[in-house]
């Protein structure tokens, strides 16, 4: 048996997906002109799928910082933390995260996926038991199994069924933690924060909120759904990225919690990997600046994202169930998903492709990303072309015939 | 462990999988009947609700059959049982 031979089912679904025009996971842009622009073998392509909820990754403040930053302390740092130092700009960062939360620690990591690995990862043992949303994203799925912790999925968004489980668990010795999202990745939901907080203090679990996808996005400040929900005070630890509001990559954690830095020589995704260059941790910094006094860059995303959803909905697409800047389309198979997709971007405009396992539901998903920079126009010229590509396929109804007025 | 306990996870199973009439106890669960690991998951849900238990998702390592399945149930339930004696 071959050492790959494991993998046929899934190179099957790749095959096929590749088999209807472009491979769907390995889109290639010529280049990306602005937040919102790119180009594909020469044409024009409006980007709807790159979180890049703010609109921050060519901002001129965030660049310069960048490119300050590059040439004072070079491309790469070259080592870890712990092992080869920090610099000045990885502990402004850290500072400026703190603050920003309110919280006496913060500690950043090389991406989001590595922050989630390092913190559910390393505050989860043996004799602990991880409680998990059932739509986790895949970096909590994969810190669960290295933490080494029990683990078990309680039904999404659901706080009596995690008040079922703790009571299952009271008694048993180790911690209990709670890890949900504030937005959901796939279908762009917001978790019921407030239910869920009450009910693990009750049963005195940990609450770990990933706040990825809601960073800059939600909360007057951009704190996220722990600040909108006004629940910061009971959330233990928050984590998030920066390579999506933020523009940039890497992810951190802040937290109130006493000997928190401990972590540092606990925690082996930040322990084991080169830092971040210190070009990504200027422009960070920058970018968090711009979140905090961002109320108009967040007012504007939530109408560009209204007016997405109720556009798309309108045309007879079935959306997601709450409207927040990530807009998914549903579709009801594989096939035609495939082929939607690839007639989109024939048409000029790039969403996320998901196929079913992704997905909580197994539904497959034409997923859109909404940002603050996005135009009327785009947003507009988005709905006419999913509803023009849609129609074509029979997705959605075609337009009554005049006729019948 | 009673044979009910298989019955429902079987009738379960014949409400996801492709082909019901290959749904036997020995048959495995993910290369036979050809679940991926999200269906997989969501069957557990379903158990744990039916049986008021909790799998952990690292029990699951050492399921391969549809009988391992019931096995696993039947041992996570009867646990539970002596706890609540």
């Known amino acids: 048996m071959g050492i790959l031979d494991k993998f046929d089912a899934v190179r099957g679904a790749y095959n096929e997906a590749r088999s209807n025009g472009r491979d769907p996971f390995s889109v290639r842009f010529d280049v990306i002109k602005s937040a919102t622009e790119g180009e594909i073998g020469g044409r024009s392509v409006t980007l709807m799928g790159t979180n890049n909820y703010l609109g921050l990754t060519f901002d001129g403040a965030c660049v310069e910082q960048a490119v300050q930053a590059l040439r004072e302390n070079g491309t790469g740092t070259t080592g870890s933390r712990i092992a080869n130092g920090s610099y000045g700009l990885h502990v402004k960062l850290e500072a400026e995260l703190a603050r920003f939360y309110g919280r006496k620690h913060a500690m950043t990591f090389t991406t989001g996926y590595q922050a989630n690995l390092g913190i559910i990862g390393t505050l989860a043992g043996r004799d602990d038991d991880l409680l998990i949303d059932a739509d986790s994203h895949a970096s909590i799925y994969d810190a669960c199994k290295l933490s080494g912790a029990r683990v078990t999925r309680f039904r999404h968004n659901s706080a009596k069924d995690l008040a079922r489980r703790l009571k299952h668990l009271e008694g048993n010795p180790g911690n209990r933690i709670v890890v949900v999202e504030g937005i959901y990745s796939m279908h762009g939901d917001t978790a019921p924060l407030k239910e869920l907080v009450a009910v693990a203090k009750e049963a005195g679990a940990y609450i770990i909120v990933d706040e990825a996808h809601s960073l800059g996005v939600l909360g007057k400040k951009g704190r996220g759904l722990a600040e909108a929900a006004g629940v910061e005070d009971d959330v233990d630890f928050i984590v998030g990225t920066f390579s999506k509001s933020l523009g940039a990559i890497g992810g951190f954690c802040v937290s109130n919690i006493e000997n928190f830095d401990v972590l540092r020589v606990a925690c082996r995704p930040y322990m084991f990997t080169a830092s971040l260059p210190t070009s990504i941790v200027a422009s960070t910094i920058e970018a968090l600046r711009q979140v905090e006094k961002g109320g108009h860059l967040r007012e504007r995303l939530m109408r560009n994202s209204r007016r997405l959803y109720e556009g798309l909905a309108l045309a007879g697409f079935t959306m997601g169930p709450e409207i927040t800047p990530v807009v998914p389309v549903k579709v009801d198979d594989a096939e035609t998903a495939i082929t939607f997709w690839n007639g989109l971007l024939q048409e000029g405009l790039y969403c996320n492709l998901v196929l079913s396992t992704a997905t909580p539901d197994g539904k497959p998903l034409l997923r859109c990303s909404v940002s603050a920079a996005h135009s009327e126009q785009q947003i507009d010229e988005a709905i006419a072309t999913f509803t023009k590509v849609g129609q074509a396929l029979n997705a959605i109804p075609k337009p009554a015939m005049a006729a019948a007025e | ?85």
């Open chain 2, 1 to 85: 462990m009673p044979d009910a306990d298989l019955d429902f996870i079987m009738g379960e199973l014949r409400k996801v999988v492709k082909q019901p009439e290959d749904v036997r106890p020995e048959a495995s669960v993910t290369r036979e009947l050809g679940l991926d690991s999200l269906a997989v998951m969501n069957l557990i849900m379903v158990l744990e609700d039916e049986f008021d238990i909790l799998i952990p998702m690292d029990k699951l390592a050492d399921v391969d059959t549809v009988q391992d399945l019931a096995t696993l149930t039947g041992s996570l339930k009867s646990q539970n049982e002596d706890e609540c004696a």
